[in-house]
């Protein structure tokens, strides 16, 4: 989140982060703090399925590193998320945990209005990205 929000400060965004749990996001806010980048990120404490359903934002990028059981679930919601003027989405521990992120990477790759590559970084990443 922090080197997110280095960057949005340095063009102008803004970081939307998502945790289920009030403490990491309370240390999370902290750490925001001590590094002057509070300004640059909006701290949400629930369950993402819960923000994203709601949520009518577009974003131009979305890190989805939340539990990997639930991401196939969450497609419908990112897609219409994602802003289809160069948005993208980028999905952690494909390489690590291949099993539980499979659903969602079928649904990608089943979708004609995306495309997708995994690159072998960390656990492995997936970038997302439309047509």
């Not at 009030?22 to 806010?29: E, G, N």
């Not at 939340?66 to 289809?84: M, P």
């Not at 989405?89 to 659903?103: C, F, G, Q, T, Y």
């Amino acid at each position: 989140t922090l080197w997110l929000a280095e960057a949005a400060k340095t063009v102008g965004g803004h970081v939307q982060t998502l945790e289920i749990n009030a403490f990491r996001s309370a240390q999370a806010k902290k750490y925001a703090e001590e590094f002057s980048l509070e300004a640059y990120i909006d701290f949400w404490v629930g369950d993402a399925a819960d923000y994203l359903a709601a949520s009518a934002e577009q974003y131009d990028l979305i890190l989805l590193d939340a539990e990997r059981g639930s991401y196939a679930g969450y497609w419908n919601d990112l897609k219409r998320l994602i802003s289809n003027k160069g948005g993208t989405l980028i999905i952690d521990n494909v390489i690590s945990h291949p099993a539980e992120v499979k659903p969602l990477l079928d649904l990608i790759k089943n979708d004609e209005l995306y495309m997708s590559t995994i690159l072998p970084i960390g656990a492995g990443l997936c970038m997302v990205v439309t047509k």
